[in-house]
């Protein structure tokens, strides 16, 4: 089904629908492979819109696919390189899906959710106002929001139910979930790719503020990252030269349609309410904006 040139929920005969998340179609290729299909499905206070984002799955998929190419000496990914016509059932279209599909492998995914934080916003700046810390992690006083950290912060979370809210963790938390070794993993690699992601970005003027991964084992313990990479949609993009401390900087996600239903009498629970199409486009806009800035080669990448 697909709104225009949007496309809100994908239908592949032939193919087993496993799961529809917010954002994503999850298809079963076989025991060993998924196809995940990235839909312009927009999220906001953990509700899905009605409204699709125009081009959104596919700057997603674009964003991450980047990144995944990026990561692979730090962590192997799920990408297995395979084409959406090779898994396809014969004579299924898949125009449509061609630049926002992927066929990955077939993994167990964790049960947290791997949040990185440089920057002192969002749950982090709540928590710091009433607790002087962050998800247990004591700070400096005198902070303000939207100052960078004076350290990268592992801040785990359990993965919520759809409509539920993420609960942020401690890392013994976490251990004791996944145990200590892989915990420690997961928590290293994640804070070297942030790392890594976040001085490619601010040499392309954008602050990557904060993020969060997602990783899964294979049937012999391999970790792998999986889903999607520093994304808008799960990360925090600043414009640099926009940037100051004590408020909250724009960005270039989906913060636009928020300050939309921040606007309305809305309860933030489902259904959400019909999106303006001058607000879809605006946010697509943005979307597109952070893809154009964070892939374009360099001078400097030639080095």
């Given at each position: 089904?697909?709104?225009?040139?949007?496309?809100?929920?994908?239908?592949?005969?032939?193919?087993?629908?496993?799961?529809?998340?917010?954002?994503?179609?999850?298809?079963?290729?076989?025991?060993?492979?998924?196809?995940?299909?990235?839909t312009?499905?927009?999220?906001?206070?953990d509700?899905?819109?009605?409204?699709?984002?125009?081009?959104?799955?596919?700057?997603?998929?674009?964003?991450?696919?980047?990144?995944?190419?990026?990561?692979?000496?730090i962590?192997?990914?799920?990408?297995?390189?395979?084409?959406?016509d090779?898994?396809?059932?014969?004579?299924t279209?898949?125009?449509?899906?061609?630049?926002?599909?992927?066929?990955?492998?077939?993994?167990?995914?964790?049960p947290?959710?791997?949040?990185v934080?440089?920057?002192?916003?969002?749950?982090?700046?709540?928590?710091?106002?009433?607790t002087?810390?962050?998800?247990?992690?004591?700070?400096?006083?005198?902070?303000?929001?939207?100052s960078?950290?004076?350290?990268?912060?592992?801040?785990p979370?359990?993965?919520a139910?759809?409509?539920?809210?993420?609960?942020?963790?401690?890392?013994?938390?976490?251990?004791?979930?996944?145990?200590?070794d892989?915990?420690?993993?997961?928590?290293?690699?994640?804070?070297?790719?942030y790392?890594?992601?976040?001085?490619?970005?601010?040499?392309?003027?954008?602050?990557?503020?904060d993020?969060?991964?997602?990783f899964?084992?294979?049937?012999?313990?391999?970790?792998?990252?999986?889903d999607?990479?520093?994304?808008?949609?799960?990360?925090?993009?600043?414009?640099?030269?926009?940037?100051?401390?004590?408020?909250s900087?724009?960005?270039?996600?989906?913060?636009?349609?928020?300050?939309?239903?921040?606007?309305?009498?809305?309860?933030?629970?489902?259904?959400?309410?019909?999106i303006?199409?001058?607000?879809?486009?605006?946010?697509?806009?943005?979307?597109r904006?952070a893809?154009?800035?964070?892939?374009?080669?360099?001078?400097?990448?030639?080095?």
């Open positions: 089904m697909s709104s225009g040139d949007a496309l809100f929920q994908s239908e592949i005969p032939g193919l087993a629908l496993l799961a529809r998340g917010k954002v994503r179609d999850i298809y079963a290729v076989d025991d060993d492979y998924l196809l995940i299909v990235t312009d499905r927009l999220s906001a206070y509700v899905v819109m009605p409204d699709p984002v125009p081009g959104k799955g596919e700057v997603l998929t674009r964003i991450s696919n980047f990144w995944f190419n990026m990561m692979t000496d962590l192997p990914n799920h990408l297995t390189g395979r084409t959406l090779s898994v396809l059932p014969p004579a279209p898949g125009k449509s899906l061609e630049c926002r599909s992927i066929v990955c492998r077939r993994l167990s995914p964790l947290i959710e791997a949040v934080r440089g920057y002192l916003i969002g749950s982090g700046w709540r928590d710091y106002q009433s002087g810390r962050v998800c247990g992690i004591s700070l400096p006083a005198g902070l303000q929001q939207a960078r950290l004076p350290e990268v912060l592992f801040t979370a359990t993965k139910d759809a409509g539920d809210h993420d609960e942020n963790i401690s890392f013994e938390k976490t251990v004791k979930l996944i145990g200590h892989l915990a420690a993993r997961v928590r290293d690699c994640s804070i070297r790719i790392e890594r992601a976040a001085e490619h970005a601010l040499a392309r003027g954008i602050i990557i503020a993020t969060k991964f997602e899964g084992l294979d049937g012999d313990g391999r970790l792998y990252l999986i999607e990479v520093l994304t808008p949609d799960s990360s925090r993009f600043w414009p640099l030269d926009s940037y100051r401390t004590g408020t900087p724009p960005s270039f996600d989906k913060q636009f349609v928020r300050d939309y239903l921040d606007t309305l009498d809305w309860n933030r629970t489902a259904p959400g309410p019909k303006p199409p001058a607000i879809l486009q605006k946010t697509s806009e943005k979307y904006d893809l154009r800035i964070l892939t374009a080669p360099q001078e400097s990448d030639k080095i």
